[in-house]
């Protein structure tokens, strides 16, 4: 028997859900027993090991939910990963005994069917949980790692916890501000925990106005099934970074207006579980409508710029190796302001922000954004140890002082939006958002699809942005590069959840895109087979 109402449920049925890169993500209605198979699995990792689970589906639609893992305050490495997955899909009868000492930390988001989801993995599980309640997936993180705050205190109270983490990011932002003075920001909470997990930031920080929108009081009339369906919906990180627009404003208490008076507000949008962050700011006109405003984006391109730009600045003296991680999707212009103007060298990965975290941890200081707004700063553990020296120098003690701060800020487990939403407004301080904006011009790009028949035909290599198989492909993929000419790039990789293959193109202008995007189309017809229609 289904326990989801019909509303609930998905309209199509889909095959099992499978534990990937991001975890479990499914329709609700479709994971119970994925979930429950998952706390059995968890049972077989060494008992060693600190275990955390997150109940959230991030930014997507309301209906769905899922599960993201960690392990010691990290996302699972490959071994981990490996072995929850086999578990899963082959469960022991009867499953091992829970002999884990340690509980399991477990957190959830705002999400109608989470508290549901995490009693059932719960009773998969079959031993003692630690639970936090609503909280952020970079919350989780860091409070199921033993080390946080520090070894000592792994018992420390959910509202200890909490509270430390609060002025933990309050001390640290404030001792990085070169000249302190109050500023604004507005926050797009994407009616999930954002609101919960920032209010006491508001409350604590004193040099820094944070404006809430979109808290997920909503117009529901206060029901709780009524203010889930508003989540992610029309706002939030995602909406904002793809659509280009200002989000929806839900709170009924909510009098801003995106009129010309406010042209100069500087907003930024995260998303459902707050690990994702853009900034933005809006342009429209004197109509307060929102289908009337569009917006300047500062995306997670120019945030990995800003960032880098700024670790560079306030180092100069402890001549570190900093660098930055992007992926195939990062618009071609930041990748050479990055190499040209900054000077750092720029690693690509395959998309998913573990292979990105990974990749960082090469440098001495490493940063990495996805376009999406989901990022982190990394430092070495040579880094680390450089700040624990007592210096005589002046400059380098004042630069290790700062460097301190900013370890201190950043989430080292995973991409946290509220800890980059201060990093970036430190690292933009002096040369405000009108500078970042002037970094480079964004090369015209777009993403679409071509839906095949089995897309496993399609292999890439290790950064996904050029095609090993179907043999004589890729040469075809350059050629078109090369006619097209105007800055003309693109590749093409199979999707990790559709029956497609998704085109990446980028170019000066959009007639160098679409003409671009024609050419690739024709080239998967040939190689994956003729009469699959091109879709968007």
């Known amino acids: 028997m289904n326990p989801f109402p019909p509303k609930y449920q998905s309209r199509t049925s889909k095959a099992a859900p499978i534990y990937n890169a991001s975890g479990l993500r499914a329709n609700a209605s479709e994971l119970p027993l994925a979930v429950y198979n998952l706390g059995m699995a968890l049972r077989s990792l060494p008992r060693s090991k600190s275990l955390g689970v997150m109940i959230t589906a991030s930014h997507n639609d309301w209906r769905d939910n899922g599960v993201k893992v960690a392990v010691d305050g990290h996302i699972p490495n490959a071994l981990d990963e490996k072995k929850i997955v086999s578990l899963m899909l082959d469960v ?133 099934a009524d203010c889930n369906t508003i989540l992610n919906e029309k706002c939030g990180s995602e909406y904002v970074q793809k659509s280009k627009k200002p989000p929806k404003l839900y709170d009924s208490s909510d009098t801003y207006k995106f009129r010309e008076d406010s042209n100069n507000d500087i907003w930024c949008s995260v998303d459902g579980d707050v690990d994702r962050i853009v900034f933005y700011k809006v342009i429209s006109t004197a109509s307060p409508l929102i289908d009337d405003a569009s917006i300047k984006l500062f995306d997670g391109d120019r945030l990995t710029c800003l960032v880098v730009k700024y670790l560079k600045r306030v180092t100069v003296n402890l001549s570190l190796n900093i660098g930055a991680v992007q992926t195939g999707y990062a618009n071609g212009a930041s990748t050479r302001y990055l190499e040209d103007v900054l000077k750092v060298r720029v690693l690509c990965t395959k998309t998913g922000v573990k292979h990105l975290h990974e990749a960082a941890s090469k440098f001495d200081v490493g940063v990495y954004f996805e376009a999406n707004g989901h990022g982190s700063v990394v430092f070495s553990p040579y880094v680390l140890k450089l700040l624990t020296f007592d210096y005589k120098d002046e400059r380098l003690k004042a630069e290790v002082k700062i460097l301190k701060n900013i370890v201190k800020l950043c989430n080292e487990y995973v991409g946290c939006a509220v800890a980059d939403m201060l990093l970036c407004l430190v690292a933009v301080d002096e040369i405000g958002w009108d500078g970042v904006e002037e970094f480079y011009a964004d090369l015209v790009s777009s993403t679409t699809k071509f839906f095949v028949a089995d897309k496993n035909l399609v292999e890439c290599n290790g950064d996904e942005t050029k095609v090993l198989q179907p ?18 790039r693109c590749f093409v990789r199979k999707s990790n959840t559709e029956d497609c293959v998704r085109i990446y193109a980028e170019g000066e202008d959009d007639k160098v895109v679409r003409l671009l995007e024609d050419k690739v189309r024709v080239i998967l017809g040939k190689f994956l087979g003729e009469g699959f229609k091109a879709k968007l």
């Open 92 to 224: 022991q009868d009867p499953p091992p005994p829970n002999t884990h000492k340690a509980p399991l930390t477990v957190g959830v988001d705002n999400r109608y069917s989470s508290l549901y989801l995490c009693r059932i993995l719960c009773l998969g599980w079959g031993g003692s949980t630690r639970f936090i309640g609503l909280c952020s997936t970079p919350q989780l993180h860091l409070f199921s790692s033993q080390s946080y705050p520090n070894h000592k205190t792994f018992n420390l109270s959910i509202s200890d916890l909490r509270s430390h983490w609060t002025n933990n990011l309050t001390l640290a932002y404030e001792s990085l501000l070169h000249t302190p003075k109050r500023q604004t920001l507005h926050v797009d909470c994407s009616n999930g925990v954002a609101s919960i997990v920032i209010e006491p930031l508001v409350r604590s920080l004193n040099y820094l106005t944070l404006v809430l929108h979109n808290t997920g009081g909503g117009t529901g009339g206060g029901k709780e």
């Open 471 to 488: 043999k004589g492909m890729q040469e075809e993929l350059d050629e078109a590069m090369r006619e097209v000419g105007g800055g003309g």
